[in-house]
């Protein structure tokens, strides 16, 4: 059974910085495409950014909502995506879903539970 | 504003079929067979319903099916059942640098 569960979560200050963490489970972690998205509080989904697997040069793609700002990176050993957010806005306030990515189809076949990033002074 | 549209709101009896509609343009919908759609209870995480417009992932019931033609995508489900009211995300491919587009969301009551 595939399982995401994000963690990383909580309240910051504008400007500052948060690490959220996707640990997975349930599937060849390093064959995959992984992808953040997230949805404000009572608003729809919005794409955050991917990481492609290592066999299509790990390389990685974000929304210009959070390009320069946002870094997303992967560590295949332990099965974990990472999403460093750097210089918070309040706007950045959602809860944050890591999701299983299927690059050929453009779509996310599993997401995790969430974690909710609240971003105010 | 959602790159996609989609109506903000459906509704239907237990039984009845429906059809939530998501119109783009030639960049996305239009122009890619990479239409997704996601199912979303209140407080949970989204679920896939539908992938590369018409395909169902294991488990979900064949009434969700998904179609497209031109510019517009739409998800139909046949035989409403109670637990399918919830919110109803499309998204698909878009060649501009943004990727990965999304609708609004579209709130589906079952009466």
């Known amino acids: 059974e595939v399982q995401l569960v ?3 979560g909580g309240l910051v200050k504008p400007g500052r910085s948060l690490r959220l963490s996707c640990t997975a489970s349930g ?5 995959y495409a992984m992808s953040w998205f997230r949805q404000a509080p009572g608003k729809g989904l919005e794409w955050v950014g991917f990481i492609r697997s290592k066999a299509y040069g790990g390389t990685t793609e974000y929304a210009a909502s959070v390009k320069g700002r946002f870094t997303i990176s ?9 999403l460093q957010m750097n210089s918070l806005k309040t706007e950045d306030t959602a809860v944050y879903y890591c999701t299983h990515y299927s690059l050929g189809g453009s779509y996310a076949g599993y997401w995790g539970q969430g974690t909710l990033v609240t971003v105010s002074s | 504003q959602s790159a996609l549209t989609q109506p903000a709101s459906v509704s239907g009896s237990p039984g009845q079929s429906i ?15 990479y239409v997704s759609w996601y199912q979303q209870h209140p407080g949970k995480a989204p679920k896939l319903m539908i ?3 018409s395909n169902r992932p294991s488990g979900v ?5 998904g179609s497209k033609s031109g510019n517009t995508a739409s998800l139909t489900i ?3 059942q109670a637990e399918d009211e919830a919110d109803y995300y499309c998204s698909s491919y878009t ?5 990965v587009v999304f609708g609004g969301g579209t709130k589906l009551t079952v009466l």
Do not use: H, M, Q, W
């Open chain 2, 95 to 99: 060649s501009s640098s943004t990727l």
């Open chain 2, 19 to 33: 059809t939530i509609s998501c119109t783009g343009t030639s960049s996305d919908v239009g122009g890619y067979n």
């Open chain 1, 27 to 31: 599937f060849t972690f390093g064959d």
């Open chain 1, 74 to 82: 992967r560590d295949d050993s332990k099965s974990i995506a990472y």
């Open chain 2, 78 to 80: 046949s035989g409403l």
């Open chain 1, 6 to 8: 994000e963690s990383g």
């Open chain 2, 61 to 65: 019931p064949d009434r969700f099916s």
């Open chain 2, 51 to 53: 992938y590369e417009v």
